[in-house]
């Protein structure tokens, strides 16, 4: 298996959609790539017992969660014919409607990148020490409960 | 030895860190933890140990890190 | 099932990645979605008896694929509980290394959009009339085959 | 009634389309395409009457739009 280091997942607040471009538009140039899959996590409005939720504060156990993300992405990356692979998930606030998650595959055949796209959207919720508190309207907030 | 808290386990503590020392293993700093914090006790939770994470036992040293995690909701 | 006209998913050229990402930020005013699908197909340079694939020229027998694509819709719409669900496809040339393809399906909770994302790419790449002729690099071209 | 040709049809046939009047059904009709066009009849295509693929013999009117396919590969 090849050797990578962990690479930061983590930014601040919302991923924007010209980042989301700006990822795609590198791409261009690997014109082995046949198909990207891509996955995006925004944050919904719920309403929580008669309050709405107006953003999710994320913090994370930041050294451990590269280290876990690092194994998960090694794994993929064996399992899957991958040409690349990139994850990006908000510290801070994140308000409803915008962008928390990213996660983007690419691969010569289409399969692959969907398969490991889905695989790796679960195993991130799964496994990542991440948490999410919905801030709702009054400024209380509760803890979010994946699943 | 450092002590981490996360998530709703911050509000609970009223700290993200603790330094705890001499706590012989896991089940020692439980005990200690949930006498000090009544509400942990009754709190799911998962222990890391240098980021490690263990369901059983364990012997700890000061040098070890221990991280306790609620359930993750990252995503 | 809610009456939908046939909506026009062909686009001249390449589809652009400030294209896809105005099509992202127009969901943050959809606050009920939690999680976006998204597959791009892109061009590949394959090499073709030592020539290699510049550009893929599409044609299609448009009136007969918008009509199809329009069934799909509907048929996809009923299966999932999707937000927003929205199919680009390339006519005329695209070169390699270029988007081609854009699916982008919205939902409350992953599994929809996912689900649907990956149903609609089959779909399209099995039942449009649309054809690709893969020009190489000496001016020749070839027919794309699926799968 | 009008023959609609796509992909590589269209460079066999040369043209995206005929005119021709009473075919009473498409088995008359392909056989005198193949016999036009021998090619043809060695490939592989679909036929839509009207925009609604076909698979066995049918009625034809000169009204109808007949469209020859090869197999799809868009995407």
């Known amino acids: ?147 | 030895m450092k002590i981490l808290f996360f998530g709703q386990l911050v509000e609970m503590i009223g700290a993200k860190e603790l330094l705890i020392e001499d706590m012989t293993d896991i089940d020692t700093l439980k005990a200690f933890l949930h006498q000090q914090f009544p509400l942990l006790a009754q709190s799911k939770y998962i222990i890391a140990v240098d980021q490690e994470m263990i369901s059983d036992n364990r012997k700890l040293e000061n040098h070890n890190i221990v991280a306790l995690m609620p359930p993750f909701s990252g995503g």
Chains 1, 3 share one sequence.
């Open chain 1, 1 to 147: 298996m090849k050797e990578r280091t962990p690479k930061n997942i983590f930014v601040q607040g919302a991923i924007s959609s010209a980042f989301i471009a700006d990822s795609i538009q590198k791409h261009s140039t690997k014109t082995d790539i046949g198909g990207h899959s891509i996955f995006l996590g925004q944050v919904r409005a719920d309403e929580i017992e008669g309050k709405k939720v107006v953003a999710i504060e994320y913090t994370a156990y930041e050294e451990m969660a590269l280290q876990k993300m690092h194994e998960i992405r090694e794994t993929v990356f064996a399992e899957y014919p991958l040409t690349c692979m990139h994850v990006y998930h908000s510290l801070g606030k994140v308000a409803a409607g915008e962008i928390c998650l990213f996660v983007f595959t690419s691969s010569a055949h289409r399969k692959a990148a969907t398969e490991a796209c889905s695989v790796l959207v679960e195993r991130i919720k799964a496994e990542l020490p991440v948490w999410g508190a919905e801030i709702l309207e009054d400024e209380t907030h509760q803890w979010k409960v994946n699943q």
